[in-house]
């Protein structure tokens, strides 16, 4: 990675000098000569004042690829396209994949959007109108409306000429979708399989027609977990009527396997990891309301811990402990949240009661295990059986509602509609904290006698 960020520096510096000695002929040359990745990261990278010469030098269709390979989420793609004339930068909005043209335009006011689109032929401005008008995070608002299809009634040799006319338009090539008369999807057919048939073959002996495909409502995470369960490199999307909407493709789907991640990290840990770039300020103020929320609830832990004073007093080898078992029994519990969260972002084989027995078990042998280590190290290491007994008692079943709040907490909110990676680990670790010192003492209560002075 360090590498490659060092080539980057190196390219954006010697593009940078082409176009301050105005070598523009040498600048395009080595421009075009890039990937369309790295033709977007240095892009966006340049010195504005190099910019505003770059993309008058550039062409539409080279600018396309360097905005299409853009991302929303991690460059101010606005404003880079709002540094060019609004002609110019609708001229690129209609030479991009119609889906990213879609995301770029969700990123502004609705007055620039109408003013981009108003420029846009209307064919092609409705195309985008109906992307854009699809709800975020949903199978409509990733797909792709350059696709190749055909009818049904073709020869291979018919097809391969149709596939070379529309490939250029394309976002994907490697499946041929076969419509019927009424743009009905009825099969799909491999690139492999066209290149491998006689061209005089009917398509129709050769066109798989058991077809896997979404509907335009689905969530992108279900989504992208079908195209991963069947390593498909594209899915269809339909209507109800199995009319052909879209394709979503594979890159598509790795973005959404990026995003979910990002959200049930951003979830487990109370911010949002994907503003990478924040200032100091916006970072500080997006975390303080929830560590001032974690500070009330640990507040009560505070005052939990207080009303113990006397139990503590008489036994102050009691306080040695506190942190131990709150601090094992939160990442027991955020263990069991981030196990209970997969489990529901990718559909676990097991359900009901079955998960939760499941849990229950899990949570009794990890408690165990602990509380048997934690008996043996404290008894040994104090000289007092019975201290051992309470702490590792404690720690049995401190470890073993936490594992099982770390479980029910992210299903309630599932249950409920809500993303359960909000169940986040320092909620789940804070009110661990609570629990676990709740049992700690009132185990201790009940053994005190046997160890003071043991």
């Known amino acids: 990675m360090a590498d490659q960020l060092e080539q980057l520096n190196e390219t954006i510096e010697l593009l940078s000098d082409l176009l301050h000695s105005g070598q523009d002929t040498e600048f395009i040359e080595s421009f075009e000569s890039l990937h369309d990745f790295e033709m977007a990261q240095v892009y966006a990278e340049l010195p504005a004042q190099f910019r505003s010469v770059a993309w008058r030098l550039l062409s539409d269709d080279v600018l396309a690829r360097v905005f299409d390979n853009l991302d929303v989420d991690e460059v101010d793609i606005v404003t880079l396209l709002q540094e060019m004339p609004p002609q110019r930068g609708a001229r690129i909005l209609q030479e991009m994949y119609a889906d990213n043209a879609a995301d770029l335009l969700q990123e502004m006011p609705a007055r620039l959007v109408a003013t981009y689109l108003s420029l846009i032929p ?16 949903t199978a409509g608002s990733l797909m792709s409306t350059e696709y ?134 916006h970072s500080a103020v997006k975390r303080i309301p929830w560590l001032i929320a974690l500070l009330l609830l640990g507040m009560t832990t505070a005052t939990l811990i207080s009303s113990y004073d006397d139990l503590v007093r008489r036994a102050s080898i009691l306080a040695a402990f506190i942190s131990l078992i709150t601090g094992t029994a939160g990442n027991a519990g955020t263990q069991a949240l981030a196990l209970a969260v997969r489990r529901i972002a990718v559909g676990s084989e097991q359900t009901g009661w079955k998960d939760f027995l499941s849990e229950i078990v899990a949570g009794i042998i990890v408690g165990i295990a602990t509380g048997v280590s934690v008996f043996t190290i404290v008894a040994v290491w104090k000289q007092n059986t019975m201290l051992g007994v309470a702490v590792g008692l404690a720690m049995t079943m401190a470890i073993i509602v936490a594992n099982l709040a770390g479980y029910l907490i992210p299903v309630v909110i599932d249950k409920i509609g809500f993303d359960p990676a909000v169940a986040s680990g320092p909620f789940i670790t804070t009110l661990s904290d609570l629990t676990s010192v709740l049992i700690y003492f009132s185990v201790a209560q009940l053994f005190i006698a046997h160890f003071v002075g043991g």
Do not use: C
């Not at 401005?125 to 975020?136: E, G, P, T």
């Not at 041929?176 to 061209?199: A, K, P």
């Open 122 to 137: 209307k064919d092609e401005a409705n195309v985008i109108r109906k992307l854009i008008n699809y709800d975020d995070q």
């Open 148 to 281: 190749l299809a055909v009818e049904e009634d073709l020869h291979v040799d018919e097809v391969m000429r149709l596939v070379k006319k529309q490939a250029l338009e394309a976002e994907s090539i490697s499946y041929v979708y076969v419509l019927d008369s009424q743009d009905q999807l009825t099969g799909v057919i491999s690139l492999r399989d066209l290149l491998t048939h006689s061209d005089d073959l009917a398509v129709s002996e050769i066109t798989k027609d058991r077809i896997v495909s979404v509907k335009a409502g689905d969530d992108q995470e279900d989504v992208a977990q079908i195209v991963a369960d069947y390593n498909f490199l594209s899915i269809p999307v339909t209507d109800d009527n199995n009319r052909l909407l879209g394709v979503i493709t594979v890159d598509d789907i790795v973005d959404v396997i990026d995003e979910e991640a990002v959200e049930d990290y951003s979830g487990l840990a109370a911010v949002n990891v994907s503003q990478i770039n924040d200032t100091p300020w």
